[in-house]
């Protein structure tokens, strides 16, 4: 089964608002199976949509719209669906009525532009919008449908939750269908992609492969349980070195859970991350039963007064250094006593690089017990990506060391 997914708007081709809602579809889509062929932007333009739709229907099985529903000028959906499928459009008495009730109870005096809402594809299927004003409609042409729901993210995911989602399983007679996402650290695209070529997989399992800063996802996606499970638990063992979990796992969700089983606590001082590993522990619920707290050592000056970092350290090694990440894991293993200290000090950039350390230099240490570790990483993208990788790579440690 094929989609066609069209978010509609100026607002969003221009940049003023961002588009949530396509992904949003696209994955709930997918989890049932259903082929996205396409996602686009198209513009409040009536002969554009008109062209665009015509092109859906004769393509793929359904198409969902969201946006130009409104009550304006320019919210030109319904009129171009209806051209589309050789419909027309009429006035909807309950839907006036339904429209006219929700404004007066916020206190919207309604208004000769509100009736523009009111006028549906004669032969849709309309569906309610509990959350605002503007109805969804489905309309069929050649067992080919296009489905439209309000732009307005909150109302569209109730309507898409609620009524959608049925309706394209009942329609459409969708099969049961299974997925598994494995993740990965600490391995090359390309060896991932080597090793799923030489496992031979079976042309019935979907591969999808996503890269996002230190972290390979495998998506497998089948109607067949029994092949995706054995691709799966193949992958698992070919790249067991590299496995950190599966599905809505992730590396700092996986590292607590050994936390807690070893009955361990844990602190973070932090130089170029700010923060972000602090961040993304206390992000799962349950972590401050052992996450003791952290500090963010930004300055020189707060690394040699809060955590007791030697002068001479900074002025013979640098901020950025192996010997600076240990006193500062010492330092903060001082104030919170913890089992486990994660520190990092490094150069996320744009500026501040040298020959000797370039931007990406991250020093990167743990402490586990009487345990001290700490490894020199070169880490590549902008600002935001060296920190990203510098907080998994952290992670990545402590779940080797935890093993």
Same mark, same amino acid.
């Given at each position: 089964m094929k989609a066609a997914i069209y978010a509609i708007g100026n607002e969003i081709l221009e940049g003023s608002i961002v588009d949530t809602n396509s992904a949003y579809i696209a994955k709930i889509l997918t989890d049932f199976g259903i082929k %996205?062929?396409? %996602?686009?932007?198209?513009?409040? @333009?009536?002969?554009?949509?008109? &062209?665009?739709?015509?092109? /859906?229907?004769?393509?793929?099985?359904?198409?969902? *719209?969201?946006?130009g529903l409104g009550p304006t000028f320019d919210d030109l959906t319904a009129e171009a669906v209806a051209e589309a499928a050789g419909d027309v459009l009429v006035f909807y008495e309950d839907v006036y009525s339904s429209i006219a009730k929700k404004l007066e109870s916020r206190g919207v005096k309604i208004k000769e532009n509100h009736t523009r809402q009111a006028y549906l594809p004669k032969k849709a299927i309309l569906f309610e919008?509990?959350?605002?004003? /503007?109805?969804g409609f489905g309309v069929e042409k050649e067992n080919k449908w296009i489905i439209s729901m309000p732009g307005i993210p909150y109302e569209m995911k109730h309507m898409f939750e609620s009524y959608i989602i049925p309706f394209i399983k009942q329609k459409f007679k969708l099969k049961q269908f299974f997925k598994k996402d494995l993740k990965f650290i600490g391995i090359p695209e390309s060896d991932v992609d080597e090793v799923i070529t030489k496992l031979n997989h079976p042309d019935n399992v979907e591969i999808i492969i996503n890269v996002s800063k230190g972290v390979i996802v495998v998506r497998l996606r089948s109607y067949d349980y029994n092949n995706l499970m054995i691709l799966a638990t193949s992958l698992k063992n070919e790249? #067991?070195?590299?496995?950190?979990? #599966?599905?809505?796992? *992730? %590396? #700092?969700?996986?590292v607590l859970k050994k936390l807690f089983k070893e009955n361990f606590t844990i602190a973070t001082v932090e130089s170029c991350t700010g923060g972000l590993i602090a961040k993304k522990i206390t992000d799962i619920p349950g972590s401050s039963k052992i996450f003791k707290g952290s500090l963010v050592a930004y300055s020189n000056e707060v690394k040699t007064k809060m955590l007791n970092v030697h002068n001479d350290t900074l002025e013979k090694f640098g901020a950025v250094s192996e010997k600076c990440c240990e006193e500062m894991i010492y330092g903060c293993y001082e104030h919170f006593k913890s089992d486990v200290v994660v520190a990092t000090t490094g150069i996320a950039g744009p @500026?501040?690089? &040298?020959?000797?350390k370039p931007v990406g230099t991250v020093f990167i240490g743990v402490k586990i017990k009487d345990e001290v570790l700490i490894n020199r990483y070169k880490f590549s993208g902008d600002r935001s990506t060296i920190r990203e990788r510098a907080a998994n790579m952290a992670f990545k440690i402590l779940l080797e060391k935890l093993r």
């Open positions: %996205i062929m396409e %996602i686009k932007i198209l513009p409040d @333009d009536k002969e554009c949509l008109i &062209s665009q739709f015509l092109y /859906a229907l004769g393509n793929y099985d359904v198409t969902l *719209t969201t946006g919008n509990k959350k605002g004003t /503007a109805f790249l #067991e070195n590299f496995y950190f979990g #599966e599905d809505d796992d *992730t %590396i #700092e969700s996986v @500026d501040g690089g &040298s020959k000797e």
